[in-house]
């Protein structure tokens, strides 16, 4: 079957400990240790995979052990990858640190998602996509091709801006269709754009803001769909003539790494389930992001669809 989802970014071998607080300087603290498979763009796609769309991820690996790792989890999920082995340099790793109250802290080592080309991604592996997604956590060429193909190939292109960066170039909005920041990200964008008028903008300001201050300013960042999510608040749908706040689910929260993800990869499979609408799929990324926060780990703790749809019937 041809993928309905393709997700082009990074795949990292988290390396995990669980304390009861986080560290100060200087300090040792007593945890457990775990390990599992994370990454922006192989969690989105595993959480897109596990929410019921045929699903395609592209992603730089080193020629190493979490490399095999990595096709063997594949492969158990049954989601298709294609892997391209970079030669001299390690698969990507995540350091993550998560209190007992879910809170996270992240250091990432790229290694080969910052080798991921232009020419690595075969349009071929587009054909018949409906939905592109990518994110900040592999190549900027990597994620400029990716969104372009998606255009070229008739699909919806989706840029996730994370991690924000200081290269990246606003010129790559003008390829996106839809625009999903996190608050950081958003904060981060209304700085560095021109035209929102707007410098030393924070994450205190955007909390201040009513929904109506917010889509204002996302409509000031060009593409045509910004979803801007909340945390625990939910999320804010900004269209062209319209703004739609979407609630979160009250949970209790075991561990927060990959939530965005989450959101991101279950928007993109509702996107594809309820034909484009917008709404239906934000609400769907919505109770997505809400079930993996109440399991340990990134990739490892997205949802399955039954899970979903059981959810979804209790809540709504």
């Known amino acids: 079957m041809k993928p309905q989802v393709v997700v ?16 100060a300087a200087g300090e040792t603290v007593i945890g457990t240790f775990a390990t599992g498979q994370g990454g922006k763009g192989s969690n989105q796609a595993i959480a ?3 929410a019921g769309a045929a699903t395609l991820f592209i992603g730089a690996v080193g020629c190493d052990t979490f490399a095999a790792d990595a096709r063997a989890f594949y492969k158990a999920e049954k989601i298709n990858a294609h892997f391209i ?4 340099h390690a698969t990507g790793t995540a350091a993550i640190l998560v209190n007992d109250s879910g809170q996270n802290q992240i250091v990432v080592a790229l ?4 080798r991921l080309v232009k020419a690595d991604l075969d349009p071929k592996l587009f054909a018949g996509a409906r939905v592109v997604v990518t994110q900040l956590e592999s190549s900027l060429a990597a994620a400029t091709t990716a969104l372009k193909t998606a255009r070229a190939v008739g699909a919806t292109a989706v840029l996730n801006p994370a991690p924000m960066r200081a290269d990246f170039n606003p010129a790559l909005l003008k390829h996106v269709d839809i625009l999903i920041p996190n608050e950081t990200e958003f904060a981060a964008l209304v700085n560095l754009l021109p035209a929102t008028g707007r410098k030393g903008f924070t994450e205190t300001a ?3 803001l009513s929904d109506a201050d917010i889509h204002a300013l996302a409509r000031a960042f060009g593409p045509p769909v910004v979803i801007v999510t909340l945390g625990k608040r939910g999320c804010l749908v900004s269209q062209k003539s319209k703004y739609t706040f979407i609630p979160s689910h009250k949970v209790k929260a075991v561990d927060t790494t990959g939530a965005g993800d989450a959101f991101v990869g279950g928007f993109s499979s509702g996107l594809v389930k309820f034909n484009g609408d917008l709404i239906k799929a934000a609400r769907f990324g919505t109770a997505v992001a809400a079930l993996s926060v109440t399991k340990p780990g990134a990739a490892p703790a ?11 019937k209790k809540t709504t």
């Open 302 to 312: 997205m949802p399955r669809q039954r899970e979903i749809e059981a959810f979804l």
């Open 8 to 23: 082009v970014g990074s795949f990292m071998q988290d390396l995990r400990w669980n304390c009861a607080t986080f560290p």
């Open 48 to 50: 897109a995979g596990r």
């Open 206 to 208: 955007l909390a201040r």
């Open 85 to 88: 082995e970079k030669s001299g």
């Open 111 to 114: 290694g080969a998602n910052a």
